[in-house]
């Protein structure tokens, strides 16, 4: 998906332009099911503590991030969200995961497939094959799965930047880590009804509103 490119002096409000056709992009692409938009509320209400605990033990914020937010995240887009053709915006899901700015289903199973694969390496060799201190007891364990989740995240993300500057530009790849880092606040104003919504019987959201930003 490229972002149209604004030819003008005010980069800040370019930046705040491609953020939200960004934003809205993903709303209206992959986050159909109300069930998705709710764990996405929850979700993001996890990730703030999880920022919180960043400043105070940062394994342990990696620790709340995967096995809380990105789980409870991640679980709404594999489970809940409708595949096939999307009538809404009339686009097959092929082409959806084409233009996925961010991670589509395939690079999430890959992320989501090494982020399990962690504990097992460090249960079975505790030491990384010499290059950390093994740990002497579970707690020290679950230092070092924290520790190097966090490191997965921080790798993850400037991987993806890395992809989005090689096959377009810098610019978009910095726009959607600003937006991923950013998305807990934004999840919170977007989808605090959707519980509601859920309990009404409502299972897809209807986006009588969707159309693309002018």
């Given at each position: 998906?490229?972002?149209?490119?604004?030819?003008?002096?005010?980069?800040?409000?370019?930046?705040l332009h491609e953020l939200r056709t960004l934003r809205w992009d993903d709303h209206r692409f992959y986050h159909q099911s109300r069930i998705n938009q709710s764990l996405h509320f929850i979700s993001a209400i996890s990730f703030l503590v999880a920022y919180a605990l960043l400043f105070i033990d940062p394994p342990m914020a990696a620790i709340v991030g995967w096995c809380?937010?990105?789980?409870?995240?991640?679980?709404g887009h594999f489970f809940f969200e409708p595949r096939g053709f999307d009538t809404v915006n009339q686009v097959t899901d092929e082409y959806k995961e084409q233009v996925k700015v961010g991670y589509n289903m395939h690079r999430k199973t890959l992320l989501l497939a090494i982020w399990m694969l962690v504990p097992a390496v460090?249960?079975?060799?505790?030491?990384?094959?010499?290059?950390?201190?093994?740990?002497?007891?579970?707690?020290?364990?679950?230092?070092?799965?924290g520790t190097a989740w966090l490191a997965l995240a921080v790798t993850g993300l400037l991987f993806r930047v890395l992809q989005l500057w090689r096959q377009d530009r810098l610019r978009t790849g910095l726009i959607w880590l600003f937006k991923i880092l950013t998305d807990p606040f934004h999840d919170i104003v977007l989808y605090h009804k959707a519980p509601l919504h859920?309990?009404?019987?409502?299972l897809l959201d209807p986006m009588p509103h969707v159309r693309h930003p002018s």
């Open positions: 998906m490229h972002f149209p490119i604004h030819h003008t002096e005010e980069p800040v409000k370019d930046f809380f937010s990105m789980a409870t995240r991640q679980s460090l249960w079975v060799w505790p030491s990384v094959f010499g290059l950390i201190a093994p740990a002497e007891d579970f707690s020290g364990f679950l230092h070092d799965v859920l309990l009404r019987g409502e």
